[in-house]
Structure formats: structure tokens, C-alpha cells
């Protein structure tokens, strides 16, 4: 079965500071998604990325893609309070039917 | 703008009881998702519909759990008898097809006493 690990599980980070999220998957997928959850509430898509190589930015967040190296980044550049929340990396390997396997996720905390 | 709507979005109930939940894709998405969501935890699939036609419920306890998308549009998740370890949010998804963008509703909490 898919495995999908994410590291740290917990980060605590002061304002203005740069952080990435690391997300590792046992074997080959055709897409991996980052999601994003505020404590009591569902899902919401950050990113999609299909390629190796992929990279893609929104705001002070950028993800990444090495398919070779089976790894996902989320990066995070001057950190502000409003991204405090949960972040979920989850995979998809295609061959199961859209199946998404996710990983613990990432409590982000950002504090002033 | 389109949503997944799930309700209801809290319950309560108290062990051995039943439990339903139900869910309303997005207008035109074929395929449904019901994940279960541990608290600390990534969500976990439980059952997958194409149209009205279940494709996975590998991961389903079908012993207390069953699932149902009778017209291919709206689905019901049902529990019973409900057990402790049943307290989680239960989230609803949609997409166009299998493989594509899923969409998340905004969950049902459910506790179980």
C-alpha cells in the first residue's frame, strides 16, 4: 500500500521566517496535492502538481515535485500569522482509481 | 461557486445507536468520496461511488457501516450500531470523474458517547 510520510509534524515558527514542509511516498503517483485545514473545518486545495519538476506559487507558499526522489516540498517564505493551520500533502497513484492517500499533515503555528 | 454540501455538519450520538450522514456533490460530478478523519490524522477513504455504482469500499467495516448513491447524485453514510472509535469528522468529496480535482465538503463531526 502507499505510504505517505510528512516531516516535521509540528512546526512552530516566528513571523518572517522561511520553512519547508517535506513530503515523501513509497512508490510511483500520478499527482500529489496540497491541502490546507483550519482547525474544525474540511479541505482546501492549495496545489496540484503533475509532472516532475512541477513547481507552482501562490502568495508566500511554493510546492515542488521530484518524482525520481518520490518527494514534495512546500515552501514557505515570511511567515505570517494567517497561515497558521494544518497542511496535508496526499497522493494519488492513478492505477486506484483517484484514491487519495494522505499524509498526518503539518500543524503549522506562527507566532509574532 | 459550486460546493459539496454535507449534513449534518455535528452529531452527537450514544454508542450502539445509529447514525446516518448525507452528502450533495457538486452538480455533474460523477464520482463521490466518503474519508473518515481521525483527529491528528490525514483523512482515510472509506468508499468511492461512480455514479451510483461503488467502486471501492475496500476500507469500508461493512459489519456496522454501509454506503448508497442510489440516483448517482446524493449519497447517505451509514453507521449501526455506532461505536467509540467512530468519533471522527466524515468528509464528503467530489470530481468530474475518477482521477480528477476532488473537492472536499465541509465535514460531519461526529462523536460518539
Known amino acids: 500500500e502507499l505510504k505517505v510520510e510528512q516531516n516535521p509534524l509540528f512546526l512552530s515558527m516566528q513571523e518572517g521566517k522561511n520553512y519547508t514542509i517535506y513530503c515523501n511516498y513509497s512508490t510511483t503517483s500520478d499527482r500529489l496535492y496540497w491541502y490546507r485545514q483550519d482547525p474544525g473545518k474540511s479541505l482546501e486545495s492549495l496545489f496540484v502538481l503533475l509532472s516532475n519538476g512541477a513547481v507552482k506559487q501562490e502568495g508566500r507558499l511554493m510546492a515542488s515535485l521530484d518524482t525520481k526522489a518520490r518527494l514534495s516540498t512546500l515552501h514557505i517564505t515570511a511567515a505570517v500569522h494567517d497561515l497558521s493551520a494544518t497542511y496535508f500533502c496526499?497522493?494519488?497513484?492513478?492505477?486506484?482509481?483517484?484514491?487519495?492517500?494522505f499524509g498526518r499533515g503539518t500543524q503549522l503555528t506562527v507566532w509574532p | 461557486e459550486a460546493e459539496v454540501a454535507q449534513s449534518p455538519r455535528y452529531k452527537i450520538t450514544e454508542k450502539s445507536q445509529a447514525v446516518a450522514f448525507w452528502c450533495d456533490p457538486i452538480s455533474g460530478h460523477a464520482t463521490l468520496y466518503w474519508y473518515r478523519q481521525i483527529l491528528g490524522q490525514g483523512p482515510e477513504l472509506l468508499v468511492q461511488?461512480?455514479?451510483?455504482?461503488?467502486?471501492?469500499d475496500s476500507q469500508l467495516p461493512k459489519d456496522r457501516f454501509s454506503a448508497e448513491r442510489l440516483k448517482g447524485v446524493d449519497s447517505t453514510l451509514k453507521i449501526q450500531p455506532a461505536e467509540l472509535g467512530d468519533s471522527a469528522m466524515y468528509l464528503c468529496?467530489?470530481?468530474?470523474?475518477?482521477?480528477?480535482?476532488?473537492?472536499f465538503g465541509p465535514g460531519t463531526r461526529l462523536t460518539v458517547t
Open positions: 468529496a467530489s470530481s468530474v470523474k475518477w482521477g480528477s480535482e476532488q473537492y
Open positions: 461511488f461512480q455514479d451510483e455504482s461503488v467502486v471501492d
Open positions: 496526499a497522493v494519488d497513484r492513478g492505477s486506484t482509481l483517484g484514491r487519495l492517500y
